[in-house]
């Protein structure tokens, strides 16, 4: 008879231990990021007929990237766009994959606006903005969800830096 508690008890912690772990498991995560040191894998290019400074392309962009939040280390990220822009300006959207230190990844999609202003003495200031989604990862964010938004700035002065933020779980 003092066994039969057993079960039930033994029920009880592994339904606790359960719930525990996927109550952290789900926890939203808000982070930020800084992402820096752009560099060009590819591009290619064609101008369209139809307008003065009317082209679409694609570019492949490495660069590196900060979260906030420390257990989130990344090494870099591998940005994929697709843009039709008019004199430098105008719509993008792509999709990226973050590449972290123990060798995960996450990835996502991306949409935004390029905006290119050409001053009268030749110096330009380029900014974008945009919203992101993750849509998957491999280990620990097989099941990553979130989103966020982003900005960033550039021009012959000023190295490209983008900054971010974002809520996520996983």
């Not at 939203?28 to 590819?42: H, S």
């Not at 007929?49 to 257990?71: F, K």
């Not at 982003?150 to 779980?169: D, F, L, M, N």
Request: glycine share 12%; with cysteine.
């Amino acid at each position: 008879m003092r066994k039969a508690w057993r079960l039930p008890l033994l029920t009880v912690v592994v339904a606790w231990v359960t719930l525990a772990t996927w109550a952290y498991a789900a926890e939203k995560r808000e982070q930020t990021y800084v992402k820096e040191d752009f560099r060009t894998g590819y591009k290619s290019a064609v101008t369209i007929g139809d307008i003065p400074g009317h082209e679409v392309g694609q570019e492949l962009t490495i660069s590196d990237i900060r979260y906030s939040n420390p257990s989130f280390k990344t090494k870099e990220e591998w940005s994929h766009l697709q843009f039709n822009y008019v004199n430098g300006s105008g719509p993008h959207c792509g999709t990226f994959i973050d590449k972290h230190e123990d060798g995960t990844q996450t990835y996502g999609t991306y949409e935004g606006t390029v905006k290119m202003v050409v001053n009268a003495d030749g110096s330009w200031m380029v900014t974008w903005e945009g919203k992101y989604q993750y849509v998957g990862g491999t280990g620990k964010y097989k099941n990553i969800k979130g989103a966020g938004t982003y900005k960033g700035r550039a021009s012959p002065t000023e190295a490209a830096r983008e900054e971010g933020q974002e809520v996520i779980e996983y």
